[in-house]
């Protein structure tokens, strides 16, 4: 019985100390990752003072962005689990070579993921969208591909200093990007000192210019403080080395497809609702703009986890990593349970928040309400993602997260929002009943994969 006792004891003590060293990584990166989803908050806000339909071109424009945006970025984070086995492992001589080969791949993908929105007028009238709406969602994408190389360059940067167990950089850069974000709206949505008033495309500007803002932030950063000096990142310049490029390619493609798998679900269903009016999309833009932005706190310690993981791994302590996948999850899904409560007590206050007009406020305050359900799947999964992605197991999870969200998300979102299949359509409501369908199925899914990883990594 006392053994037993103690057994408890030192196993609490183990989760405790464990939940600190997550904390201490995680909190600076929670905060990053707020300041850059409330850049999008102020966006939507400032927007959606002008009018609905300024809103609803933003919406459009993030709707396209977002997901582009997630997949080139998603691709390179496998810098950091990578970074982090060698840190754990004391290898550190390594680290230089491997990220100036991840900086070369960044440039690549910024300058490709550029290239897709400047040319994505085909894709908003396929998609049936308002013409009135057309011209300025592209004015927005065009002002966010003008910082696109840079933020991917900043990226790889950010990894770096993440896998190194260094994470208050991307906190730091991520406020003073959103304090830089506010006054340059206001310039130029509604044009002072010089400036003509852009509405929301002046959005799209402001967010371009934060992002060469952060990366020259991040340069600065890195090459001058004494603990990255080891890894010797900028002691030599070196041609891209395709052997290279495509390992960090083979861990990080999966990544990348499996977030846009998730991210472009939501765009998606953006653009099918671009149809049935303004009041509808800015709605949604407003339910969907608040639960990213809730998403960032469970995001942010999955970020950690992979980290924590990574490391681990590479001190060759397999269990250590189990149990911080371990806690991780757990204290995602006591997350889960504070925001959902939250989204559903206060989800006409919320909507209130982005825009006076009582359609719009109707429309949002509904949604709220099944992004408030699914909060616990959702918290599941991106905690198992991100425990695997530091274990650097990613194609299953590419496997899982295309059959959860495409399979049967959004099939199921559509017979019900769009179709006649199973009844009268409902409409958005519908396309978000399918959400949490498909979320549900990638977090079951996902905590499968990741017992098994952990238990073949344990055999070794």
């Known amino acids: 019985m006392e053994l037993s006792v103690s057994h408890a004891q ?21 905060v990053a990752q707020l300041s850059n989803t409330a850049m999008g908050f102020v966006d939507a806000v400032m927007a959606g003072r002008v009018s609905p339909r300024d809103l609803a071109a933003v919406a459009l424009g993030n709707s396209i962005w977002i997901p582009v945006f997630l997949l080139m970025t998603g691709t390179l984070l496998a810098t950091t689990a990578k970074v982090a086995e060698r840190f754990g492992g004391g290898r550190q001589e390594e680290i230089g070579p491997l990220v100036r080969q991840a900086l070369w791949l960044a440039l690549v993908v910024g300058l490709a993921g550029a290239l897709v929105l400047l040319n994505a007028r085909p894709v908003l009238q396929l998609m049936g969208v308002d013409p009135e709406l057309i011209d300025p969602a592209m004015g927005y994408l065009q002002g966010i591909a003008f910082g696109f190389p840079a933020v991917a360059l900043y990226y790889v940067l950010r990894c770096f200093s993440d896998g190194l167990g260094r994470t208050r950089p991307s906190m730091v850069l991520g406020l003073c990007g959103l304090l830089l974000n506010i006054p340059l709206n206001y310039i130029l949505i509604y044009g002072h000192l010089g400036m003509p008033a852009m509405g929301g495309v002046g959005c799209g500007w402001a967010s371009g210019t934060v992002m060469w803002f952060m990366l020259l932030g991040m340069l600065s950063w890195v090459s001058r403080a004494p603990v990255y000096q080891p890894s010797r990142l900028f002691e030599r310049f070196d041609k ?9 390619l083979s861990v990080g493609g999966p990544i990348g497809i499996a977030v846009f798998a998730e991210s472009s679900i939501f765009a998606v269903i953006a653009l099918l609702i671009g149809g049935l009016g303004a009041t509808v999309v800015a709605g949604h833009q407003i339910a969907l703009n608040f639960s990213a932005l809730v998403f960032m706190i469970p995001y942010a310690l999955a970020m950690a986890v992979t980290v924590r993981v990574g490391q681990a791994l590479g001190r060759g302590e397999p269990r250590a990593a189990r149990f911080a996948a371990g806690v991780g999850i757990g204290v995602a899904l006591a997350y889960a349970c504070l925001s959902a409560s939250l989204m559903l007590l206060c989800r006409e206050l919320i909507a209130k928040m982005y825009s006076p007009d009582p359609a719009v406020i109707a429309v949002a305050a509904m ?3 099944y992004s408030a359900l699914f909060q616990f799947s959702d918290a599941i999964q991106v905690a198992a993602a991100g425990a695997l992605r530091g274990y650097q197991d990613t194609r299953a999870t590419m496997i899982i997260t295309l059959f959860a969200y495409w399979g049967i998300g959004l099939p199921v979102g559509y017979a019900l929002g769009l179709s006649h299949w199973l009844g009268e359509p409902s409409g958005p409501k519908g396309l978000w009943q399918g959400l949490v369908v498909g979320l549900t199925c990638a977090a079951v899914l996902l905590s499968v994969r990741l017992t098994r990883s952990a238990r073949a990594r344990i055999r070794m």
């Open 240 to 248: 891209p080395q395709l052997p290279v490029i495509k390992r960090l």
């Open 367 to 369: 949604l709220i309400v």
């Open 10 to 30: 030192s196993r609490f003590s183990r989760a405790i100390a464990e939940l600190r060293a997550l904390l201490k990584l995680a909190t600076p990166i929670m």
